[in-house]
């Protein structure tokens, strides 16, 4: 079985990718064509993340092992432990630079003699020259008045720790 993905790096402008995988292949497999295809070098700290239709972050796959227990590994889980059970990944590649890019399984299909795995089916736009910048954004009113209070907490003598950073 072979898996055919759409891969959009996450810009202003349309840039993504179609590349078809074996179901066999490893994350790092994929990590690498996906590095290859968009032009990257491949060195950098990268990490999968499954997602679910609102592209919300889930569990993990890391190119490195980072200390963690229970941490799966790019180099030893295959593309078919975690797909067709879920069809959407977020991919982020250069934590310096944040590229993140929105991953979609489109079809499953048999492989077709003669062709060579992973292999780039359709490219469409350039890779700007820097990543595009992230805005992060905590949830608005987090803790309400009330919410103090029932905590027994003191809003007044609550201090943020933002507010110390120059």
């Keep these: 079985m072979i898996y055919?993905?759409?891969?959009?790096?996450?810009?202003?402008?349309?840039?993504?990718?179609?590349?078809?995988?074996?179901?066999?292949?490893?994350?790092?497999d994929f990590h690498d064509a996906i590095t290859q295809a968009f032009g990257f070098g491949g060195s950098e700290m990268a990490v999968f993340y499954e997602s679910?239709?609102?592209?919300?972050q889930g569990d993990s796959i890391s190119l490195f092992d980072m200390?963690?227990?229970?941490?799966?590994?790019?180099?030893?889980t295959p593309?078919?432990?975690v797909f067709p059970h879920i069809s959407k990944m977020l991919y982020v590649y250069d934590f310096l630079n944040l590229w993140t890019f929105f991953i979609e399984l489109i079809e499953t299909d048999e492989p077709k003699a003669g062709n060579t795995y992973p292999m780039v089916l359709f490219?469409?736009?350039?890779?700007p020259e820097e990543a595009p910048e992230k805005t992060?954004?905590?949830?608005?009113?987090e803790w309400s008045e009330g919410d103090f209070e029932e905590n027994g907490l003191d809003e007044d003598a609550y201090e943020d720790p933002a507010d110390d950073w120059y």
Excluded at 52 to 56: H, K, S, T
Excluded at 67 to 76: A, P, T, Y
């Design 79 to 81: 593309l078919n432990e």
């Design 4 to 28: 055919h993905f759409r891969v959009i790096l996450d810009t202003k402008e349309d840039v993504f990718r179609d590349i078809v995988l074996e179901e066999s292949a490893t994350f790092e």
């Design 52 to 56: 679910d239709d609102d592209w919300q």
């Design 123 to 127: 490219s469409h736009g350039e890779v």
């Design 136 to 141: 992060f954004t905590a949830e608005k009113d």
């Design 67 to 76: 200390g963690e227990e229970d941490v799966r590994r790019m180099s030893n």
